[in-house]
């Protein structure tokens, strides 16, 4: 059974940083593009961030050079550097692995195999 967990969130003041994790069970994550969402209250998911088996990345307009993805394949984990935290951060955050199609359509299509439960990220003073 294909399954993600999320951990690492929680409350931070604008300016601070968290690393999320993501520890994957089922599956190996060595051949498979991984990726992060979110979604705020009253909004959309989003795309974040995607990051290939061969180590091409993409990223978010509005997290570009303020996050960073990364993945461990022999711990099966998935990692979200956030640093400078803005308000607008605040959100449920996802992690996906097993990306179904092309690469460049990883934020369009979303099309992965296993999502995480999500979890919270709030952004506040």
């Known amino acids: 059974q294909l399954q993600l967990v999320e951990s690492g969130g929680g409350s931070v003041q604008p300016g601070g940083s968290l690393r999320l994790s993501c520890e994957a069970s089922g599956f190996t994550l060595d051949t498979y593009a991984i990726g992060w969402f979110r979604q705020a209250p009253g909004k959309e998911r989003e795309g974040v961030s995607c990051?290939?088996?061969?180590?091409?990345?993409t990223y978010a307009d509005s997290v570009k050079g303020r996050f960073t993805i990364s993945r461990d394949n022999a711990k099966k984990m998935i990692y979200l550097e956030m640093n400078n935290l803005k308000s607008e951060d605040t959100a449920i955050y996802y992690c996906a692995a097993g990306l179904r199609g092309v690469f460049r359509r990883c934020f369009i299509d979303a099309d992965f195999l296993s999502w995480g439960q999500g979890i919270q990220v709030t952004v506040s003073s």
């Open positions: 990051l290939s088996s061969t180590g091409s990345t």
